[in-house]
């Protein structure tokens, strides 16, 4: 489990106050009332910065040497388009065998004819890789001339072209299928959060009780994720013990993407202000290939994951004189 650094900010009344002018009526001898049931209150409350090399498999393989491979295989005309660009659905890779067969390595085997490039590409892989995998095709050839032979018979001898692709074909598939993107093992600890009792007991004294029908005064943890990444993302946080999850899918390359409001009661953000275990899985749900994983990812930045975490209060606030 890692330990977290987390910056932390909680300033209530002095920077997030919707609320500008308040009946002074609401002031009573036992406590003082801001607000009314009317009211919103926000304040920030932390930012989580997840790095490239936290984002790994279970092997502790890092999620962008996951792909390099699969760059290879994948064409560059990908069945499916949105406004990023072209993608590969990695839940299909995974568990749609026609999607990879009919509509993916059709597409790599063409471009290999018409891109020297990409036929260079994947010509180096095999000598490097897998060149036991072409000893009968190419008989005599040693691995030192295996590339440059099996760019000659795939481009001129139309015979040698199929058999080459049926073993590129069964290569892709086995690397394509079988891609390890669990990402299950985000786990970071954070300790006691900054803030005083009496920020906590103004926050949580009085919420409504979870049964309450229509409920007014209510606490919520909203937020925003910015994620760098070429791949789109659902995640599952869930900040134990508590039962305060929620899931949220993450677009690729998008500083603004919004997590749902998430109800927190009075025991939820009194536990959270002691220390939690938070738990980020991560399943990774479209591929980018055009994009890259960018400088950062080679040049050392590591945060590539920004995650900024605020509350959202509805309803009056009290705390005692």
Same mark, same amino acid.
């Given at each position: ?67 390099? /491979?699969?760059?290879?295989?994948? #064409? @560059? ?35 290999? @004819? ?12 095999? $000598? $490097? ?9 190419? #008989? ?50 954070? %300790? ?105 990812? $080679? /040049?050392?930045? #590591?945060? $590539?994951? %920004? ?15």
């Amino acid at each position: 489990m890692k330990k977290l650094s987390i910056f932390m900010l909680f300033v209530l009344l002095a920077t997030a106050c919707v609320d500008n002018d308040y009946d002074l009526r609401n002031v009573d001898a036992d406590n003082i009332t801001i607000g009314d049931e009317t009211s919103t209150f926000e304040a920030p409350l932390a930012r989580v910065r997840i790095t490239m090399d936290d984002i790994n498999n279970n092997d502790g393989t890092r999620i962008d040497r996951i792909f390099e /491979e699969a760059d290879i295989w994948l #064409p @560059t005309r990908l069945p499916d388009e949105d406004a990023n660009g072209y993608y590969a659905d990695v839940q299909r890779l995974l568990h749609d065998a026609a999607y990879v067969d009919d509509e993916v390595l059709p597409e790599l085997l063409a471009q290999m @004819t018409t891109d020297a490039a990409k036929l260079d590409a994947v010509a180096t892989l095999q $000598q $490097q890789k897998y060149y036991d995998s072409f000893v009968e095709l190419l #008989p005599g050839v040693s691995r030192d001339e295996f590339k440059s032979a099996f760019v000659t018979a795939y481009t001129d001898d139309p015979t040698m072209r199929e058999r080459l692709g049926v073993e590129v074909k069964a290569l892709a598939t086995g690397y394509l299928t079988g891609l390890d993107v669990n990402m299950e093992n985000l786990s970071y600890r954070v %300790d006691r959060i900054d803030i005083s009792d009496e920020v906590v007991d103004m926050l949580a004294d009085n919420l409504d009780p979870r049964e309450t029908a229509n409920p007014t005064n209510t606490l919520h943890l909203r937020g925003t994720i910015d994620n760098r990444l070429p791949v789109t993302l659902s995640i599952s946080p869930l900040f134990r013990p508590t039962a305060v999850t929620f899931t949220s899918t993450i677009e690729a390359n998008c500083a603004t993407n919004e997590l749902p409001a998430t109800r927190l009661f009075a025991d939820d953000i009194r536990t959270i202000v002691r220390g939690i275990d938070l738990d980020i899985p991560m399943v990774v749900e479209r591929y980018y290939p055009d994009k890259g994983f960018g400088p950062d990812a $080679q /040049e050392g930045n #590591p945060t $590539q994951v %920004d995650i900024s975490l605020h509350l959202v209060k509805h309803g009056a606030l009290k705390f005692d004189l």
